[in-house]
């Protein structure tokens, strides 16, 4: 009775286990089992790993937007003050420029900008003011031109109030 005892134990332990007809070696799927663990560790780690990641994006996102804001505005005031060197009589590109030449670029710059550039990247390049100062600090001007007597002008000649 004990004989037939242990191999229904064995069968009602693990269903999945079949023994031999002869022998007494027991076959175990291990890869069934595999299977079966692995579903378990994907349903448990998918909404972690989906967590985790969505933590990152929200983490990082804000400084992200601001390294692609700071590259567009950037671009876009390469972009116009490239057009005002073109635009105006008596500067070119790689020049020393006088003082009343260096004005003439920047309002030409700021009135491009203000001509053709969506608002919200003349906001985010802090209003045609600060548009206008970008531009004066990009321009190579000659050793006595300064905010007073170059960008000032320029914002005036530009219908806009210095800052």
Aim: aromatic letters at 4%; a neutral charge.
């Amino acid at each position: 009775m004990i004989r037939l005892f242990v191999p229904a134990a064995l069968l009602c332990a693990c269903p999945h286990a079949a023994v031999a007809a002869e022998g007494t070696a027991v076959v175990l799927p291990w890869g069934a089992w595999l299977v079966t663990l692995a579903e378990t560790v994907e349903t448990v780690l998918s909404p972690v790993l989906v967590a985790l990641i969505t933590g990152l994006v929200a983490r990082f996102m804000p400084l992200a937007s601001y390294v692609i804001a700071r590259s567009v505005v950037e671009s876009m005031v390469r972009h116009v003050t490239d057009y005002a060197l073109n635009a105006v009589e008596g500067a070119a590109k790689g020049r020393v420029l006088s003082v009343p030449i260096g004005s003439a670029v920047i309002a030409a710059a700021v009135q491009r900008a203000a001509d053709t550039v969506p608002g919200f990247l003349i906001r985010a390049a802090g209003g045609l003011p600060g548009l206008a100062e970008t531009v004066f600090r990009r321009l190579d001007l000659e050793p006595g031109a300064t905010a007073a007597n170059t960008l000032a002008p320029a914002l005036g000649a530009a219908g806009l109030a210095a800052r």
